[in-house]
């Protein structure tokens, strides 16, 4: 693809100079730029380049708002497994739909077979440069961030959904209008869902070494608790500048985070809270189990910190702020317009050129086809248009869905983790009786003992004074021990009753899960037909412009050096200058 250097009108690969002002075309360093992909999304620069995607500043056609376009590797494009890894991203976004994960509008394939996704334009930086920067945070500009990072794993985890490489390079800081500090968490191209594990070979690790649960170095069926612990590395590393792990190599880490344990964050920071420094070594358990109940449960924990050391809260959002809804607007200017100028030109250098000289059917030909093409053009552009609009209710609509499954979840969510908490508690309980019961028990059979012994001495010939303090003791030993035993009856009776509690509300957030996947299915369905023809009107548009562009060329060529022209040349090299002139 080639552009000229003056207009950046795009041509042909085929093409050398340009018709509007004669300049020598110039290659094009990113063919992807200037174009328009999907037919919505104005591609109109390079935000970042890596080894398996390119991102894009884009700006979306009928909204007029800004995003950013992440488009997978051509090279990657038939690996099938990189292709559903990145697939499960774009899926994951619009899925979760929370204030504090980046949003994902739109996925796709392009017309080359690669694969994209459309999602929120950030500004701002990564947790890890904040940390490069300034090494360490204090507990009061620290504690906001996991609030919100604890509300963002809430909603992934309630929707079983693991991130499984949460470190500080995946989580985005944005600053609100107020100046507070807002939290994106990003890259859920290798989040799992616990319904599906067919891209986790055996044997296969993934994540960052430095950030890992033991249980994700010994199984990959490891769940959200290993987020939590994640969590807990980043919380530390936040407050003291440092890991609580440091290795040479990878199995090094591991080899830490299953055997040592943390070093004490307040010998490193001691202005840290007790209270803060206790709730990250419970997050950085070897045992799951010991670990804060769910995200819910840890976000109360810190919210409760915050309330204790007096540092306010981020304000919880309960739903992404409304897409820029619009009226259908008029076609761009930056193409159709243009032409409209254009071809108004040629129709002067037409007439001014067959002003007493022989008359030029070749160019009136073509003037005739330009004028025919435009037509065609704007009637196309006009209906892809509309498409598009009715394209964006089915969005906004979906969208709005996801939101409403989402709250749901969240008020459930509270329920389960408040039942899981409660069955917490009924299991430690229940385990303190059951030890005691087992202690009585001994005690009873070692009393037991006794009577046997004295039993055998008296054979009952004679009613000895110890063997009637031997029964006494064994009928106490044995009262106490049944006692226990029907507290120990209790407690389980009470540990059944919290897990059925349990299992009933997780019942009620698999269905929801349901529900909100039949929604996703019903709305993929519908915006995916409407897609197709969105995208086979921005080809035929694209052909249109083509064409428009090699007979403009074809009529320009004869007539660039008739001398009583060039003062309409220089009005169309004024007034035709555009962008994305000849992009789709």
């Not at 009108?9 to 050398?16: G, I, T």
């Not at 609030?147 to 985890?157: E, F, P, Y």
């Not at 059979?445 to 009577?451: I, K």
């Amino acid at each position: 693809m080639k552009a000229c250097p003056l207009c950046q009108l795009r041509y042909p690969e085929e093409s050398v100079t340009c018709f509007v002002d004669g300049s020598t075309l110039g290659q094009i360093p990113d063919p992807r730029v200037g174009t328009v992909l999907a037919g919505r999304y104005e591609l109109e620069g390079v935000l970042g380049e890596g080894g398996m995607a390119t991102v894009y500043r884009a700006r979306h056609r009928l909204r007029g708002s800004a995003c950013a376009v992440k488009v997978l590797a051509r090279e990657l494009a038939d690996n099938a497994v990189v292709r559903e890894r990145f697939r499960r991203e774009a899926k994951t976004g619009q899925k979760l739909a929370h204030p504090n994960i980046i949003e994902i509008f739109d996925q796709g394939e392009t017309g080359d077979g690669s694969l994209y996704m459309v999602m929120e334009l950030l500004e701002g930086c990564a947790l890890s440069e904040l940390l490069e920067r300034e090494r360490k945070l204090p507990i009061e500009r620290a504690l906001p961030l996991f609030i919100q990072i604890a509300r963002a794993l809430a909603r992934a985890h309630d929707l079983e959904v693991i991130h499984r490489d949460l470190k500080p390079e995946n989580i985005f800081i944005t600053r609100e209008r107020d100046g507070s500090e807002w939290v994106k968490l990003l890259d859920f191209g290798i989040a799992r869902s616990m319904q599906d594990s067919r891209l986790t070979g055996t044997g296969e690790v993934f994540g960052t070494p430095q950030y890992m649960a033991p249980e994700r170095i010994t199984s990959t069926e490891a769940g959200a608790a290993s987020d939590l612990y994640a969590v807990g590395v980043i919380m530390f590393e936040l407050l003291t500048g440092q890991l609580p792990f440091d290795a040479s190599d990878i199995s090094g880490f591991f080899m830490k985070h299953l055997k040592e344990p943390p070093p004490s964050l307040r010998a490193l920071e001691p202005s840290c809270p007790e209270v803060v420094e206790q709730l990250v070594f419970e997050l950085l358990a070897k045992d799951p189990a010991a670990r804060p109940v769910d995200a819910h449960r840890l976000h109360a924990d810190l919210m409760k910190l915050a309330g204790a050391i007096g540092v306010r809260p981020p304000l919880e959002v309960t739903e992404a702020p409304p897409l820029e809804a619009e009226p259908i607007p008029s076609l761009p200017p930056v193409d159709l317009d243009h032409w409209s100028r254009r071809i108004a030109l040629f129709r002067r250098m037409l007439e001014r050129s067959s002003s007493g000289a022989p008359a030029l059917p070749a160019q009136a030909e073509q003037l005739a086809k330009l004028e025919r093409l435009l037509r065609e053009s704007l009637d196309l552009r006009a209906a892809s248009f509309a498409l598009q609009h009715e394209l964006e209710q089915r969005v906004s609509r979906g969208r709005e869905g996801r939101q409403r499954f989402g709250h749901a979840v969240d008020a459930l969510g509270l329920d389960v983790s408040r039942a899981r908490d409660e069955l917490k508690s009924a299991l430690a309980a229940a385990a303190l009786v059951a030890a005691e019961v087992e202690r009585l028990r001994e005690a009873a059979r070692q009393v037991h003992r006794e009577v046997i012994v004295w039993e055998g001495r008296s054979g009952f010939e004679e009613p000895w004074p110890e063997l009637v303090a031997a029964y006494r003791a064994a009928a106490d030993a044995v009262e106490v021990w049944l006692g226990a035993r029907r507290r120990g009856q209790l407690a389980e009776g009470e540990v059944e009753a919290k897990r059925t509690e349990v299992q009933d509300l997780e019942y009620q957030v698999q269905q929801l899960r349901e529900a909100l996947a039949k929604h996703e299915e019903n709305t993929d369905h519908a915006c995916q037909q409407c897609q197709a023809q969105v995208t086979e009107a921005s080809l035929r548009v694209q052909g249109l412009e083509a064409q428009l562009l090699e007979e403009a060329s074809r009529f320009c060529a004869p007539l660039r050096q008739r001398p009583e022209l060039v003062e309409l040349f220089q009005q169309l090299e004024g007034g035709g200058t555009s962008r994305a002139a000849g992009a789709s």
